[in-house]
């Protein structure tokens, strides 16, 4: 057996676990399979860089102290010469992204709403826990062979929660998913996941992520606007993600609000896939038919009834962003993934406007108060593709035994005041036939259900990517 690429395990570990082949590789990770031959089971290990520290230790050890359904299960931890080693349950049922690009058009709604409740139920635990994710991704949701989704690298979220460990290559979000208060430079914390799972849950349901295009102008366009939402979506999900996805994280709901939503709606949605069709975008194929998630009782505003919501109010961009949007440029982002890496300098800025890009590459500070670091990623290797099987979720079929059916009758979730009076803005006229795409980079392989109507005007951001631009040249990648 090949183990080309693995560090070797740290004494203790290495006398139980035998080092297997390298499954895949993150921003200054390696994960890699082993053999637990205490428990005859094979698990995966994943091991990155961390300051040489005994806090390391510590903070590490705290990874297997959580204990959720919805997170990947941590088996083993230990800090060793610099290296962090973490042995967890071994998925093999590949990633969201796999399953994204093999339904090809987006999951069926039941699917998409599964995956989603369960990452909400995972960030509910992760933020009661007081640990912001701030990776939520479609690459960081793993499926075992049962089917069943786990949100990972919960653990790299909590050792970069440690100041001193934060200068050390860790990755601290996702570009593509980044929530706009991330994208400014300003604090993360858990609104900046329920911002990144609504993103997840349109790029489920459609099959193409929320803000298509480089992450530049990816990233500009969630300072601009909302996204868009899938066509043919219930009121009260298309309120939820719009509440989820509010400029202002004071206004997002909070994941246990988003989770309980998210699984009555998987409760109404799941009956309903044995008789309904979803309209193009929301399933791999069918007639179009309108996609309903039954009454859902929420309160306030944004998540009401009454009538679909369609999104693009213009946002303010502040200096801050503009220096992050540059330090996205000037450090080019391989992957489209925002990291804290060791090597590269990258920019300097002033105290006022910090957006924790600084000289080295590193970022100094508690990261709830800092923005993710801008670099140059040590190693971004893509990691190779998994086989997935395709759900067929146009195929009649009974209820899903995973699915979580609440007990209580249907109540209604408070969300804060502000989200209650939050006005959508309709930017897209009804019904939409054949609309006429506007956007244009990163063309996805077919035409989206719904796209914006607004023009986007360049403004201070879009000068400084304009002024960048040049530089960056095919360097950018899609992000994960
Ligand atoms: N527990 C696991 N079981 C099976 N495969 C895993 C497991 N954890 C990670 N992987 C796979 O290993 C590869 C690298 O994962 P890793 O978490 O290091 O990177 P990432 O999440 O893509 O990026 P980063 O860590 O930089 O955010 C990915 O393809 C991922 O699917």
Known sequence: ???????????????????????????????????????????????????SDPRAGRELSLLARFDHPGLVPVYDVEEHDGRAFVVMALLDGGSLTDRIAAAGGGLGLPDALRTAATVGGALEHLHRAGVTHRGVGPANV???????????????????????????????????????????????GPAADVYALALVLIESLTGRRAFPGDPLSAAQARLDRGPVLPEGLDDDLAGLLTAMTAADPADRPDAAAVSAVLRRALVAAEPAATTVVAAPGLTTGGPATRVGVGPLAVVGGALARGGPVRRGA??????????????????AVLAGTVAIATSGPVAEVSADDRPAVVAGGATVGAPDTQAPAIVVPPSSEPAPPTDEPEDDTTTARPPDPRTVIPEEPVRPVALPETTRTTTPTRTTPEPVEEPEPTERAEQPAERPAVEPTRTQRPGAVGQVLNGVGGLLGGVLGGGR
């Not at 290495?14 to 390696?30: F, K």
């Open 1 to 51: 057996m090949t183990t080309v690429g693995v560090p070797p395990l740290p004494v203790r570990l290495a006398e139980r676990y035998g080092a297997g082949p390298v499954i895949g590789r993150g921003v200054g990770s390696v994960v890699f399979r082993a053999h637990d031959s205490l428990l005859g089971r094979d698990a995966a290990v994943k091991s990155f860089r961390v300051e």
């Open 142 to 188: 793993l499926y075992d062979l049962d089917g069943r989704a786990h949100l990972s690298d919960f653990g790299v979220a909590l050792v970069a929660d440690a100041p001193r460990i934060t200068d050390t290559g860790l990755t601290v979000g996702a570009a593509p998913y980044l929530a706009p208060e991330q994208v400014r430079g300003e604090p993360a």
């Open 314 to 331: 213009p946002r303010a961009t502040g200096t801050r962003g503009v220096l992050v949007l540059a330090g996205l440029a000037a450090s």
